[in-house]
């Protein structure tokens, strides 16, 4: 018998304005650390000139392939509450990335999710 875990059920994004800057969250499915890694570099591709491309991503279903990245901001500050929030989410398999101002709005309340069987 499988075990459910929560994850996102696709793709989805979030602007905001802080400070007169726009700040973009993404969060997605991914199904192992290949696309996880994909999915950062097809966001930093889909927006050239940001300043920052912070993420965060669990990419296996038991939810040991972690990594993230503060993409220059002081270490500490923007990848590693981004994962963080994923794993108080119980959220398996997604990957995130956002501006670091963004990442707690986004990821409470812009994450659509699915339970999916977890692999023994």
């Not at 979030?14 to 997605?28: L, N, P, Y």
């Amino acid at each position: 018998m499988s075990k459910s875990y929560l994850t996102v059920a696709g793709e989805t994004e979030v602007r905001t304005e802080i400070k007169r800057s726009e700040f973009i969250a993404t969060i997605a499915h991914v199904e192992d650390g290949e696309r996880a890694e994909a999915f950062v570099k097809a966001v930093r591709k889909r927006f050239p000139d940001a300043t920052h491309n912070c993420y965060a991503y669990i990419s296996d279903e038991r939810g040991n392939e972690t990594r993230f990245s503060d993409d220059g901001e002081p270490g500490g500050t923007a990848g590693q509450p981004m994962l963080e929030v994923l794993k108080k989410r119980g959220a398996i398999s997604a990957a995130s990335s956002s501006a670091p101002e963004d990442w707690s709005q986004h990821t409470r309340t812009a994450c659509p999710r699915r339970r999916t069987p977890r692999a023994r």
